[in-house]
């Protein structure tokens, strides 16, 4: 596209000259400011992200990013309107799907992001029963690897619901408390006894090998324990073979208590020292219907909330 204005509609066209697909693309540009991240977000490739964007910007006769190589993507002045009627048309369109549903019978699907911890332990051995007394509902629990893949998923309406642990509620925007949960670092007898002798820091640590969802590390999160040099002995895949391996004294290993609860189940593990708090928070997207947003909610805090 040439010329002086790259707002100028040069060949107007009949409406809904897109497809779902480009919009859906549209939103991801502009929520992560990136060709190449909504690529990593989408699960496709860049090249496939810009050739979307272009054949939507020609077919509506206007450039909506003002792009250079080697910087981010922002929409144009003359696009930013229409990027709120597209995710206004986009959340017209689930509640009319919704409502559909809803009016007929069908179950209605609610994508929901639940970390893995809460979901497995807390939430997984609730579901029949809850299942069983609301037949209209049904869950489909999505994996996402990070805590801003899980907000990113929320604004671009990729999920309709998730709950997480985290520090604070500035973690999570606009989410409800559930419960708070407490975490420590926990040792076996043989190491409880040398951190009493010799100090936190004489100790070997584990560490997590995959993304816990946290904002910080396993070495920034023991440096709140003064120990700014930890020796990581050993990394663990999974929280219940970080558990088992703290229990066979590989290391000390800090985390969440309802996580060790779970899986100590012989309660072999000494809580050394006592960390920070988390709170359990949800976040449900308001185009679910009310009744049903209800239901989840009320499920969501009986199960957790007193946990």
Known sequence: MRGDNPCVVRHPRTMFDFTIRQLEI????????????????????????????RTLERQLGSELFARRRGTSASLRECARE??????????????????????SGQQSTIRMHVGE????????????EFLANNRDIHF???PIKSRSAVLSALAAGEIDGAVISVANAEEFPDSTLISTIGSGLYANADLARQARIS????????????????????EQGLATFGIDSPVIARRYPYHDVGVKLAIQG????LMMDSIVEVFDENSELEKIAAGRLFERRYRLADCLPVERKAMVEGFLERVLGAR
């Open 250 to 253: 590989f290391g000390a290993v």
């Open 140 to 142: 489909d629990f999505i």
């Open 199 to 218: 100090g936190l820091g004489s100790l070997p640590f584990l560490g997590a090998s995959y993304d816990t969802g946290t904002p910080q590390t396993d």
């Open 26 to 53: 549209l939103l991801k540009v502009e929520e992560t400011g990136s060709f190449r991240k909504a690529a990593d977000a989408l699960g496709v490739s860049e090249a496939a992200v810009s050739d979307h964007v």
């Open 82 to 103: 229409f990027h709120s009627d597209v995710k206004a048309f986009v959340e017209q369109g689930r509640r009319i799907s919704n409502g559909f549903r809803r009016r």
């Open 117 to 128: 911890h809460l979901l497995q332990d807390y939430l997984r051995p609730a579901l029949p």
